[in-house]
Nanobody, 119 residues
C-alpha cells in the first residue's frame, strides 16, 4: 500500500502564489508518474499536471500552462506544484496522484487539499 500526504493549500488573492507538496510513503516498488488533479464544486475531476518518475516528461492542462510548474524529488518520493498567477477559476480541491507498478499498474490518490483564490 502507498499513502500520499498533501500539504500547502489555502486561501490566496488573485495573482498570488501557492506551492503544493505531496509525499508518498509505504511499500513503494516502482513509481511510474506522479501528479495533481483538481475538482471544483459541481465539476468533474480534471488533470492539472503530471510528471514521470525520471522527471523527463511533464504534462499540463492548457488552463495552467505557463503559470503552474510541476517538479519532484525522487529521494523524498515527493512531488510539488508551484502555482503562480492564480485565478478564481483555479479554486478547487487539489488531489495528489501516483501511478504505481508492481505486478500491475495501480493508481493512488491523496485526500485532497483545498485551494481558494478570492479577494
Amino acid at each position: 500500500q502507498v499513502q500520499l500526504a498533501e500539504s500547502g493549500g489555502g486561501l490566496v488573492q488573485p495573482g498570488g502564489s501557492l506551492r503544493l507538496s505531496c509525499a508518498a510513503s509505504g511499500i513503494i516498488i516502482r513509481v511510474v508518474r506522479m501528479g495533481w488533479y483538481r475538482q471544483a464544486p459541481g465539476k468533474q475531476r480534471e488533470l492539472v499536471a503530471t510528471i514521470t518518475n525520471d522527471g523527463t516528461s511533464t504534462n499540463y492542462a492548457d488552463s495552467v500552462k505557463g503559470r503552474f510548474t510541476i517538479s519532484r524529488d525522487n529521494a523524498k518520493n515527493t512531488v510539488y506544484l508551484q502555482m503562480n498567477g492564480l485565478k478564481p477559476e483555479d479554486t478547487a480541491v487539489y488531489y495528489c496522484y501516483l501511478q504505481h507498478l508492481h505486478t500491475h499498474f495501480r493508481d493512488y490518490w491523496g485526500q485532497g487539499t483545498q485551494v481558494t483564490v478570492s479577494s
